[in-house]
C-alpha cells in the first residue's frame, strides 16, 4: 500500500480537512477534458501534480487566448487551479525514473492523451503496478486504446459530431449544430473521475489497483440515454423542434415573450393544468387534443401556435411573476446575466483568488457542497514552478537533481511560442 503523504508539501489546517486529504494523483494531461476533471478533485484537497512535457512548452492551454502572458493564461485557469507542475520528459529513461518514485507514493495516475500514448509512456498498470500494486491508472483517451481507432486525435467538436449529438441540436431546418460549450469534453473528464475514484476506493479495500479505460467517444455515446433506447428498442428517430423543444414532452422549450424568451417545462400533466390556468386559456383545458402527453404530441403545432401567440403578449418578467412557484419556468440569460458576481457569491459558486499575473481571478467554483468543507482557491500552477519542491520531497538532492537533467528528465528544449495542441 502506499503512503498517502504528500512529499514536499505541509498543506494548511483547512486543507488537511478537506475531503480528499492526503490523495495525491499524478496527471500526465492537457488542454479541457482530463484538466476539467482533475480539477474537481484539486478543489477538494487532492494533490493533483500535474506532469507537463517541457520539449513543447508544456500544456497547451497555457497559450489559448484571450487573456494570454507568457506561459499563464485565463483559459489555463479554468481548469488547474489548486494544482502542481512538474515539467517532465517521460519519453527520457531520466523522466521516468522520476515518474516511478513519484508513483511510489501516489494513489492514481491519470492521463488524457491519444489512444496508443499510455501503453507507449509507461502508464498502464502493467508498467507501474510492481512498483505500486495500489496504483489506479486512469486513460482517458479520445477512442479508446484498442482497434483502428486509437491513434485518431479526439476533440470536443469531433466527437459531438461523430456521437450525434449535433444533428439532435438546433433548429429542424438549420444545420447540426455544436453546443456552445464543450460538454463531451467535460462529461468524458467527470466520467474518468467517476472511474478513478472507484478503482481508489477499492484499492484502498483491497490494497490492489487497476486499469479505468474511458474515452470521449463513448462517453458521449452513454450520454445519448433515451433517444438511444427508443431508437434501438422500437427504431424511433427522434426530431429537432423549434424553439429547442422536447422530443416528446409539450410544452417543454423556450418560448418569446414581449422582451425576451422563457423556458418552460411540464413534465408533468399538473404543470400544463397549471400553465393554461395561469395563462388565461381556459379553452385548452376543455380540448380534448390536449388531454394527455400523447394527444399533445400528436396536436403540437395546434398548441404551440396558441401558446406562443400568449406568451408573446407579456415580458418575461410579467410571466415569471404569474407561473413561478406553479409551472417549471426560467429566463433565458445571457451569459453576462448568468455570471453576475452577486448571485454567484450567495450560491457560494465563485472562485476568487489572486493570481502573479492577472491579479485577481475569477470563476465560477466546484458545485459540489460537501457538510464542513470550504474549498480553498489558489491559482493555477506556473510552467513547471513545483519542480524543486516535489523532487526534494522524493528525497534528490542537488547532485541526483542535475543528473536527472543532464540525462534528460526535464526536457532538452523548451518552445518559445505556442505550441502545436495535441489531441486526446
Same mark, same amino acid.
Not at 461523430?162 to 468524458?188: E, N, V
Not at 423556450?254 to 393544468?273: I, L, N, Q
Not at 404569474?322 to 409551472?327: F, Q, W
Given at each position: 500500500?502506499?503512503?498517502?503523504?504528500?512529499?514536499? #508539501?505541509?498543506?494548511?489546517?483547512?486543507?488537511?480537512?478537506?475531503?480528499?486529504?492526503?490523495?495525491?494523483?499524478?496527471?500526465?494531461?492537457?488542454?479541457?477534458?482530463?484538466?476539467?476533471?482533475?480539477?474537481?478533485?484539486?478543489? /477538494?484537497?487532492?494533490?493533483?501534480?500535474?506532469?507537463?512535457?517541457?520539449?513543447?512548452?508544456? $500544456?497547451?492551454?497555457?497559450?489559448?487566448?484571450?487573456?494570454?502572458?507568457?506561459?499563464?493564461? /485565463?483559459?489555463?485557469?479554468?481548469?488547474?487551479?489548486?494544482?502542481?507542475?512538474?515539467?517532465? =520528459?517521460?519519453?527520457?529513461?531520466?523522466?521516468? =525514473?522520476?515518474?516511478?518514485?513519484?508513483?511510489?507514493?501516489? $494513489?492514481?495516475?491519470?492521463?488524457?492523451?491519444?489512444?496508443?500514448?499510455?501503453?507507449?509512456?509507461?502508464?498502464?498498470?502493467?508498467?507501474?503496478?510492481?512498483?505500486?500494486?495500489?496504483?489506479?491508472?486512469?486513460?482517458?483517451?479520445?477512442?479508446?486504446q484498442e482497434g483502428d481507432d486509437a491513434r485518431l486525435p479526439g476533440?470536443?467538436?469531433?466527437?459531438?459530431?461523430?456521437?450525434?449529438?449535433?444533428?439532435?441540436?438546433?433548429?429542424? @431546418?438549420?444545420?447540426?449544430?455544436?453546443?456552445?460549450l464543450s460538454l463531451a469534453d467535460y462529461i468524458a473528464g467527470l466520467?474518468?473521475?467517476?472511474?478513478?475514484?472507484?478503482?481508489?476506493? =477499492?484499492?484502498?479495500?483491497?490494497?490492489?489497483?487497476?486499469?479505468?479505460?474511458?474515452?470521449?467517444? @463513448?462517453?458521449?455515446?452513454?450520454?445519448?440515454?433515451?433517444?438511444?433506447?427508443?431508437?434501438?428498442?422500437?427504431?424511433?428517430?427522434?426530431? #429537432?423542434?423549434?424553439?429547442s423543444a422536447h422530443p416528446s414532452v409539450i410544452p417543454f422549450q423556450?418560448?418569446?415573450?414581449?422582451?425576451?424568451?422563457?423556458?418552460?417545462?411540464?413534465?408533468?400533466?399538473?404543470?400544463?393544468?397549471?400553465?393554461?390556468? #395561469?395563462?388565461?386559456?381556459?379553452?385548452?383545458?376543455?380540448?380534448?387534443?390536449?388531454? =394527455?402527453?400523447?394527444?399533445?404530441?400528436?396536436?403540437?403545432?395546434?398548441?404551440?401556435?396558441?401558446?406562443?401567440? #400568449?406568451?408573446?403578449?407579456?415580458?418575461?418578467?410579467?410571466?415569471?411573476?404569474?407561473?413561478?412557484?406553479?409551472?417549471?419556468?426560467?429566463?433565458?440569460?445571457?451569459?453576462?446575466?448568468?455570471?453576475?458576481?452577486?448571485?454567484?457569491?450567495?450560491?457560494?459558486? %465563485?472562485?476568487?483568488?489572486?493570481?502573479?499575473?492577472?491579479?485577481?481571478?475569477?470563476?465560477?467554483? %466546484?458545485?459540489?457542497? %460537501?457538510?464542513?468543507?470550504?474549498?480553498?482557491?489558489?491559482?493555477?500552477?506556473?510552467?513547471?514552478?513545483?519542480?524543486?519542491?516535489?523532487?526534494?520531497?522524493?528525497?534528490?538532492?542537488?547532485?541526483?537533481?542535475?543528473? %536527472?537533467?543532464?540525462?534528460?528528465?526535464?526536457?532538452?528544449?523548451?518552445?518559445?511560442?505556442?505550441?502545436? /495542441?495535441?489531441?486526446?
Amino acid at each position: 500500500m502506499p503512503t498517502f503523504a504528500t512529499p514536499g #508539501r505541509t498543506p494548511p489546517e483547512t486543507d488537511r480537512l478537506a475531503p480528499l486529504a492526503g490523495v495525491r494523483i499524478i496527471a500526465v494531461e492537457q488542454y479541457g477534458a482530463g484538466p476539467f476533471g482533475t480539477l474537481y478533485l484539486a478543489d /477538494l484537497g487532492a494533490d493533483v501534480i500535474k506532469i507537463e512535457d517541457p520539449t513543447v512548452g508544456g $500544456d497547451v492551454s497555457r497559450y489559448i487566448p484571450p487573456g494570454t502572458s507568457g506561459t499563464d493564461s /485565463l483559459f489555463f485557469e479554468s481548469f488547474n487551479r489548486n494544482k502542481r507542475s512538474l515539467s517532465l =520528459d517521460l519519453k527520457s529513461a531520466a523522466g521516468r =525514473d522520476v515518474l516511478h518514485r513519484l508513483v511510489k507514493g501516489s $494513489d492514481a495516475v491519470f492521463s488524457n492523451l491519444r489512444g496508443d500514448q499510455p501503453a507507449r509512456l509507461g502508464l498502464t498498470y502493467a508498467d507501474l503496478g510492481p512498483i505500486n500494486p495500489a496504483i489506479v491508472c486512469v486513460a482517458l483517451t479520445g477512442y479508446g486504446q484498442e482497434g483502428d481507432d486509437a491513434r485518431l486525435p479526439g476533440y470536443d467538436a469531433l466527437i459531438q459530431a461523430q456521437a450525434g449529438w449535433a444533428s439532435l441540436t438546433g433548429a429542424p @431546418d438549420g444545420p447540426p449544430t455544436k453546443s456552445g460549450l464543450s460538454l463531451a469534453d467535460y462529461i468524458a473528464g467527470l466520467t474518468a473521475m467517476l472511474g478513478l475514484m472507484v478503482a481508489l476506493f =477499492d484499492a484502498r479495500r483491497t490494497g490492489v489497483g487497476r486499469d479505468v479505460d474511458t474515452n470521449l467517444y @463513448d462517453s458521449a455515446l452513454a450520454m445519448l440515454s433515451y433517444p438511444a433506447t427508443w431508437f434501438l428498442s422500437s427504431g424511433f428517430v427522434t426530431q #429537432r423542434h423549434e424553439m429547442s423543444a422536447h422530443p416528446s414532452v409539450i410544452p417543454f422549450q423556450f418560448f418569446a415573450t414581449s422582451d425576451g424568451h422563457v423556458a418552460v417545462a411540464c413534465p408533468k400533466e399538473k404543470f400544463f393544468r397549471a400553465l393554461i390556468e #395561469r395563462m388565461d386559456l381556459p379553452d385548452l383545458a376543455a380540448d380534448a387534443r390536449f388531454a =394527455d402527453f400523447e394527444s399533445r404530441g400528436q396536436h403540437r403545432p395546434e398548441l404551440l401556435a396558441r401558446l406562443s401567440e #400568449r406568451f408573446a403578449q407579456d415580458s418575461t418578467g410579467t410571466w415569471l411573476d404569474r407561473l413561478r412557484g406553479h409551472v417549471p419556468i426560467a429566463p433565458v440569460r445571457s451569459l453576462e446575466e448568468a455570471l453576475d458576481i452577486v448571485e454567484l457569491r450567495g450560491r457560494g459558486m %465563485l472562485a476568487e483568488y489572486d493570481h502573479p499575473t492577472f491579479g485577481s481571478v475569477r470563476s465560477v467554483g %466546484l458545485p459540489l457542497h %460537501l457538510g464542513g468543507h470550504q474549498p480553498i482557491y489558489r491559482a493555477g500552477p506556473g510552467l513547471g514552478s513545483d519542480g524543486d519542491e516535489i523532487l526534494a520531497g522524493l528525497g534528490y538532492d542537488a547532485e541526483a537533481v542535475a543528473t %536527472l537533467r543532464n540525462g534528460g528528465a526535464f526536457g532538452r528544449t523548451i518552445q518559445a511560442g505556442p505550441p502545436a /495542441l495535441e489531441p486526446s
